[in-house]
């Protein structure tokens, strides 16, 4: 906590300015020389020589395409470190190996395609990571190797496809993985398996429309699930059943769902259970069947299982009836078989004279 106030106020006093030994390149060093600002200069590279004081260093904006091995090999000091805003396609291993008191690293709005396993080397200590708008398609096992502490990751905006079932293995200390607006299509056991502080996770906006059962079983922190504007059609209890949790709210909206009687029951059960929230029930809206296309969930609910009620309904009715009948009939037989007897005995009737 104390570092993200540091962090908050770095980014806050940036503002102020001051000359530096980059000043021929127009940065500025405000704060003796603990904040490095050199955003928006149209840079094509990155500046060798920043300060050593440097505890944040602000390259946003720019044209930088590499960031070369050792660049950072004299900056042991820097806490910030923004990137956002570039042309970045390169990160070579090891990169910011040096960097082992780096809490904040921004690179979104890049063009980086892959994360390999030297990526990550030396950034134990890293608390957030920004990718947002990169061109990644795929995570797996060394993508965030070696960031043990992290506890805010945005891959929000990328073009993520496949997660591989360790890519997170490392990051029992993350609390927020935001992967929305990406093309995911289906979520597999194990993704998520040791994300045991996780609290926030947020999936709108992909392709999604599998979920495995127990998906979700091992975020024992989660707060909030987001899955609004998937690909989901329809929901199996388990999967948000297995969320044991003490309180978690999960957003549905923007989904094709199939209302047939099935989904109903699913979501009377999922909000019998007291600690999962559905703050967006009143807002799912069918695309099944045609003729409940853009209704409601909520509209509809009630009618959902009337067809099946009424067979129900008459099979129930016809099985009564039925078993009504043989009864009557057997207990007529065996009446009848009485009399015949007693009948017969007197020798006045045969059996068959009543029908
Ligand atoms: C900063 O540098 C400029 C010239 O580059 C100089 O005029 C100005 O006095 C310097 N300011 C400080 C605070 O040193
Ligand atoms: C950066 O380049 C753009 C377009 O070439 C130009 O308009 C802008 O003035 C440049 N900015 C600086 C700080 O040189
Ligand atoms: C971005 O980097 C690519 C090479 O990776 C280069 O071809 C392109 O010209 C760069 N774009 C800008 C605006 O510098
Ligand atoms: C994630 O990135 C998006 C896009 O850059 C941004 O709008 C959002 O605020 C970020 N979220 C967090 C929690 O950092
Ligand atoms: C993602 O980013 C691209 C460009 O970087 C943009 O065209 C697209 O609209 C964005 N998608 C969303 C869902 O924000
Ligand atoms: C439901 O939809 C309405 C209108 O689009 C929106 O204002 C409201 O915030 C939504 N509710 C939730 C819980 O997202």
């Known amino acids: 906590m104390k570092e993200l106030v540091f962090v908050l106020l770095l980014v806050t006093e940036a503002s102020s300015r001051s000359n530096c030994t980059l000043s021929r390149l127009g940065c500025d060093c405000p704060r003796d020389h603990r904040f490095t600002i050199c955003s928006r200069l149209n840079l094509t ?14 390259l946003s904006g720019n044209l930088i395409s590499v960031v070369p091995k050792n660049i950072f090999s004299t900056n042991r000091k820097l806490r910030v470190l923004l990137l956002q805003n570039n042309n970045i396609s390169a990160m070579e291993d090891g990169s910011f190996s040096q960097l082992e008191f780096l809490q904040k690293l921004d690179l979104s709005q890049n063009r980086i395609s892959s994360l390999t396993g030297g990526f990550s080397v030396g950034l134990a200590f890293l608390r957030e990571l920004q990718l947002s708008h990169n061109q990644l398609s795929s995570l797996d096992s060394r993508s965030f190797l070696h960031l043990d502490g992290l506890q805010r990751l945005n891959l929000t905006n990328n073009s993520i496809q496949s997660i591989q079932v360790r890519s997170f293995s490392s990051m ?12 995911l299509t289906s979520l597999r056991s194990g993704t998520f398996s040791m994300l045991r502080s996780l609290e926030v996770l947020n999936l709108a906006g992909n392709q999604i429309s599998k979920m495995e ?98 067979t129900v309904l008459i099979i129930t009715i016809t099985v009564v009836i039925t078993v009504l009948a043989a009864m009557l009939m057997g207990e007529r037989k065996k009446k009848k078989r009485r009399k015949g007897m007693h009948w017969t005995q007197q020798g006045d009737f045969s059996d068959e004279s009543d029908f």
């Open 172 to 183: 029992s200390s993350l609390r927020q993985l935001h992967l929305q607006d990406n093309q």
């Open 213 to 310: 059962m127990v998906v979700f079983n091992p975020l024992t922190s989660m707060t909030l699930l987001n899955l609004a504007d998937n690909r989901l059609s329809t929901v199996n209890f388990k999967t948000f059943l297995s969320i044991h949790t003490y309180s978690t709210h999960i957003l549905l909206q923007g989904n094709p769902w199939t209302c047939d009687c099935e989904l109903h029951r699913v979501f009377r059960k999922l909000r019998s259970i007291q600690r999962l929230f559905l703050d967006d029930y009143a807002n799912l809206t069918c695309a099944e069947p045609p003729v409940l296309l853009n209704h409601l969930l909520k509209d509809v609910d009630s009618e959902l299982c009337i067809a099946e009620t009424v």
């Open 45 to 58: 590279q990155l500046p060798s020589r920043v300060p050593t004081s440097t505890e944040l260093l602000d």
